[in-house]
């Protein structure tokens, strides 16, 4: 081999590795396919309802919860983003089974108009589930943490595109 191919090589070389590193693949690649995801809620407000409904084209709902923090959480309680949540859904023997899908932490944290402090957490319910229940939401401290809130009973959604809102406060 010449010099010269030497250099046309190395630089193709090169200029493949630099393709692969910006993420750039061949057209050739195969694409691949990315986990399903619920659809991103559109607000639609509907008279006479506390929470607007959504239109997300297919069949389902969500439940969010929303953990009010006290004004002195800062100062001694741990990071929002270690606080654990999980979803559990009530036998009628009465004995609670976490649901094994829903659990995490906290997706966000806001604060409202006066000021509050407010942690949110949603989750998609498939069609199927709309209606169903009890459920209740635990709020943990960490992952295997001591508990810290649970929220009332409740159920999912009744129909299609609505949210379940859940409250609890932290103390």
Known sequence: MTTQHLKVSLGLLLAAAACASLGIVSPLAPARALPPRPPT??????????EPAVRSGLDGGFIELRVGFPAAWPGRGSPWQELWTVVQWQHPDG???????????????????????????TWWVAGGDLGTGPFRWLVYGTQGGPLLVASEPFHLPAESGRRAVVEVALE
């Open 41 to 50: 809620p559109t607000p639609t407000p509907i008279a006479g309802r506390a």
């Open 95 to 121: 004995t609670w089974h976490q649901v094994e899908g829903w659990r995490g932490t906290l997706d966000q944290v806001t604060t409202d108009e006066g000021g509050a402090v407010v942690g949110h957490k």
